[in-house]
């Protein structure tokens, strides 16, 4: 497919499939097991209908909003992905240059192919720094110091990978970072390279290396050693929503990893509403997971998310046209957000309501009862 003809961000997945490696397409496109989890994802988006409202002006529609005390252009974000040089030679600093211009935010993986200090590099923008815990807490403080020193907003802490999800495509492939490519943040840490083995060397790395007993004492320390406000990372129910806000956190990311942890888990956009309730407006809620169209971050925003973050589209359009593509993924999602917004008769963020979505539950209750009894 010519890239000229793109009409929306799915489309930039067959220009990317055809482009990378398998084992770096598979790295990027598969989730754990049965995969069940990453076809919900979406389809659970397509359960959710729209009650748009008419005849309001909107001549002018503003997708502006704020997040943590940032402006933003959009709610439309940009999630941590891991080594996108895999990608494009010029990896996260293309993504990083191409979120700035769009006046929204990146989230940069701790597993990244350019380092902290790189992606500040490129110029000013609204950027969080995405965070695993490693078993030695020195490697976790340093890292942290220095996404402060390079100007990073915020800390996404990832709580659902105390170890690695069964993700098949990667054990048949026998995924490893490309030799000629390192986790850039690590290089000074003898922990920047992974080793080819005999099945994902991602798994054997994270066993080796990242912290199985992580639990919310460490949030608490997290907190010691920072001033940046932390988002927690991975949250899909109440219990937890309840747990990370006692423990001081600034706002939640609704998460399941893109599908590549635990299966069988709901599709963010399913749990969403329940950690919406349980937040009770105490901190901002975030959804990542699934979105590939404007009308997705919209039935989100009715649910009660704050933003969205996109991960796999922006990959895919970096694939196939670097920073170019990148920069066009996020204007075809912000062009279709806004023709959402006008087409459900909203134009500005905040009036975006509950009312203006239904979802498959409530439809079904809608629905009279068809059933019927015998006579004795």
């Not at 110029?123 to 078993?135: A, D, E, N, S, T």
């Not at 203006?356 to 079904?364: A, D, F, I």
Request: hydrophobic fraction near 45%; proline fraction near 4%; charge should be neutral.
């Amino acid at each position: 497919m010519d890239t000229d003809m793109i009409t929306n961000v799915s489309e930039y997945e067959e220009v990317a499939k055809r482009k990378l490696p398998k084992m770096v397409y598979d790295y990027y496109a598969s989730g754990a097991e049965d995969q069940w989890t990453l076809q919900e994802n979406r389809h659970a988006f397509e359960r959710i209908r729209f009650r748009p409202r008419i005849l309001i002006d909107v001549t002018n529609v503003d997708t502006s909003t704020t997040v943590l005390g940032h402006k933003i252009s959009m709610p439309i974000m940009v999630a941590p992905t891991a080594m996108q040089r895999m990608a494009h030679p010029d990896g996260e600093l293309a993504t990083a240059r191409a979120v700035a211009s769009h006046n929204t935010i990146m989230t940069l993986s701790s597993w990244a192919t350019s380092s902290v200090e790189e992606v500040a590099s490129v110029g000013p923008g609204i950027r969080f720094f995405q965070l695993y815990v490693y078993k030695d807490r020195n490697v976790v403080a340093q890292l942290v110091r220095r996404a402060e020193r390079a100007g990073f907003s915020a800390i996404a802490l990832t709580v659902d990978t105390p170890i690695l999800g069964r993700r098949e495509a990667d054990i048949k492939n026998r995924f490893a970072l490309p030799p000629h490519l390192t986790l850039k943040n690590f290089e000074g840490l003898d922990l920047g390279q992974m080793e080819k083995t005999q099945d994902s060397g991602l798994a054997s790395y994270v066993a080796g290396q990242i912290d199985k007993s992580l639990s919310w004492k460490d949030v608490k320390w997290l907190q010691t050693i920072t001033s940046l406000p932390i988002l927690v990372k991975g949250v899909i129910t109440a219990e937890d929503t309840h747990l990370a806000i006692q423990c001081g956190c600034a706002g939640i990311i609704v998460s399941n990893h893109g599908a590549r942890q635990l299966d069988y888990v709901p599709a963010t956009i399913s749990a969403l509403e329940e950690v919406v309730k349980a937040a009770g407006a105490r901190v901002p809620v975030f959804l990542d997971g699934g979105v590939r169209r404007g009308t997705d971050a919209l039935k989100a925003l009715a649910l009660g998310a704050t933003g969205v973050f996109v991960g796999r589209p922006v990959l895919w359009g970096l694939a196939s046209e670097g920073e170019a593509g990148v920069k066009k993924v996020l204007q075809l999602l912000r062009e279709e957000f806004t023709l959402a917004m006008a087409l459900a008769g909203v134009t500005k963020v905040s009036e975006i309501t509950r009312a203006h979505v239904q979802t498959e539950q409530e439809r079904m209750a809608q629905l009279p009862s068809t059933i019927t009894y015998s006579r004795l």
